[in-house]
């Protein structure tokens, strides 16, 4: 199913700003709950002073926020959101400028199931190629997969295109407001979680050849993921 914004507005505005987003109209409309107060109706994108939001009439922005990064490396960030259906559940969409005006620009395949949620852990040039990757939990509470999506920018629909797993891993406690770990560049790019039960701490990068994962340490709350993003 192709999903096309229901609402899009651009008020004026009186100066330039440089792009910001945010999740806005929090929803009980979708009801998973997987992450506290993490269902929103609207994304708020702000660009050059003038703010445009989106909606869907049949799914709801579920995370804790977006996410800014240039992928195609022309100095304005794209925006990275989770959406959800209420049938097809979880997908990565990529929001960005396109021809002067903020529209959608990409979509990632949906889980195909409601109540299926992905939680971003970190977008890089994980495997060093050139393109950068979105790498996320793909259903942290069930399959706890750790998923790669390599971004490939055009003139027209920008393709995501998965680019390697590692399974055994997670990122979010059920019905928690915050998502643990993240990207850390000790060298290199690479993702911190923790593992299947919640007893390590692991740290994935790509060895040139593919994703491997490493027990770094214990894990004894969200104070030590937060710390091995450091590289101490």
């Not at 097809?88 to 021809?99: E, L, N, W």
């Not at 942290?140 to 790669?148: D, E, G, Q």
């Not at 797993?165 to 979010?172: C, D, I, Q, R, S």
Request: glycine share 12%; hydrophobic share 40%.
């Amino acid at each position: 199913m192709r999903l096309w914004p229901l609402l899009a507005l651009w008020p004026c505005a009186v100066s330039a700003d440089p792009l910001t987003a945010r999740y806005v109209d929090p929803t009980d409309a979708y009801g998973h709950g997987a992450v506290a107060n993490g269902e929103f109706a609207g994304l708020e994108v702000t660009w050059q002073g003038q703010t445009h939001t989106f909606q869907f009439k049949d799914a709801v922005f579920e995370d804790t926020n977006p996410r800014l990064f240039d992928f195609n490396e022309d100095g304005t960030a794209e925006v990275v959101t989770v959406l959800s259906g209420f049938n097809d559940g979880a997908r990565i969409a990529i929001f960005g400028v396109s021809s002067d005006q903020i529209a959608p620009i990409g979509f990632g395949a949906p889980f195909g199931r409601r109540n299926r949620w992905y939680a971003i852990a970190g977008i890089a040039d994980f495997d060093g190629d050139g393109a950068a990757e979105i790498t996320y939990v793909d259903r942290p509470h069930l399959a706890k997969t750790l998923r790669f999506l390599e971004i490939g920018p055009s003139e027209g629909t920008w393709t995501l295109t998965p680019d390697g797993a590692v399974e055994g891993l997670t990122n979010h406690h059920l019905g928690s407001a915050v998502i643990e770990g993240g990207l850390r560049d000790c060298g290199q790019p690479e993702v911190v979680t923790a593992n299947a039960n919640w007893t390590r701490i692991m740290v994935t990068s790509h060895d040139g050849t593919g994703y491997t994962t490493r027990d770094v340490g214990p894990y004894s709350g969200p104070d030590s993921l937060a710390a091995a993003l450091a590289c101490d």
